[in-house]
């Protein structure tokens, strides 16, 4: 049975996958963009602001379609098997929540916790050690 982990942020995601002896890392960048940042203060007048609000709300619903398609990706390239999720934030969660919402898939989630940023080495060795994959 196939084994993976994935350490994922909303930036990027480091997909280890362990069958038989053999182990596979792969990276995928999300494309998604950075949080808005409106430019200048807050006015008094309504108009600035709810223009500022506007922009806000256009670019958080962008972002959560960019988040969606990012984790429909990671989703194909684990295609089956049992699966490990780990990261800092919130990406996590979200993944598991979209993967849930899959009819029919053929992975299971091990396990969901957090973790800090890591190293590709750390993250391969941590997914080893949570699979308990000892390497020739």
Not at 113 to 123: A, L, S, T, V, W
């Amino acid at each position: 049975m196939k084994k993976s982990g994935i350490w994922l942020d909303h930036q990027k995601a480091v997909l280890v996958s362990l069958e038989g002896e053999d182990c596979q890392v792969q990276e995928v960048q999300s494309g998604a963009e950075k949080h808005y940042r409106h430019s200048g203060g807050w006015k008094s007048s309504g108009s600035c602001v709810a223009q500022s609000i506007v922009k806000e709300q256009k670019a958080d619903e962008r972002r959560k379609h960019q988040y969606h398609t990012f984790y429909q990706n990671i989703m194909k390239m684990i295609e089956h098997g049992k699966v490990y999720i780990f990261g800092p934030g919130e990406a996590k969660k979200q993944l598991k929540k979209e993967m849930a919402m899959v009819k029919g898939s053929n992975f299971e989630i091990a396990a969901v916790e957090p973790c800090d940023k890591r190293g590709n080495h750390d993250i391969v060795k941590k997914v080893k050690s949570f699979y308990h994959f000892s390497s020739p």
